[in-house]
């Protein structure tokens, strides 16, 4: 009886730790396969790709940070992490570590200009160079993300 409780222990310390290791791995996105879950867009540019980790650990896609913004904002949903690409080194960086600079002439998918950075001083180094405006995670989800479009493809949710 005693080894079927220790075994039964390990095996549910496993898939504990196989559950919460997940989440903090961004979802392996099929470029031209998989779509945008705001827009229904197809992902053509990874480099411009963001998603939400559901806390039922459901990958929710997104073809832009734009998008993904404006799906938090009108879902408002739980999630347990979320990945942007970093603009300079195209690799998958955490939401809540970035920081963001929108700007008409950052190109996007669906044209919201909006890039992530790493770090904040890599962010104020592009701000200096190209301009735009700076947002922390928490402002970037207050603000009138409608306003940040640009003359692309319009798309309703």
């Known amino acids: 009886m005693k080894y079927r409780t220790i075994l039964l222990i390990a095996i549910l310390m496993v898939l504990l730790s196989a559950c919460s290791s997940s989440a903090s791995e961004p979802a392996e996105i099929i470029q031209n396969k998989d779509s945008c879950d705001n827009c229904n867009m197809g992902i053509a540019e990874l480099e411009s790709a963001a998603q939400l980790i559901l806390k039922s650990g459901e990958p929710v896609l997104f073809d832009d940070i734009g998008c993904m913004t404006q799906y938090i904002q009108t879902e408002n949903p739980e999630y347990d992490a979320a990945f942007v690409h970093d603009y300079l080194s ?36 592009y701000q200096k160079k190209h301009g735009g405006t700076a947002y922390s995670k928490e402002e970037l989800l207050k603000a009138d993300i409608t306003h940040f479009k640009g003359d692309g493809m319009n798309h309703s949710h």
């Open 90 to 125: 195209s690799d998958w960086v955490s939401l809540e570590a970035s920081t963001f600079i929108q700007n008409g002439n950052i190109e996007s998918p669906m044209s919201y200009g909006i890039a992530a950075f790493e770090s904040l001083e890599k962010a104020k180094e």
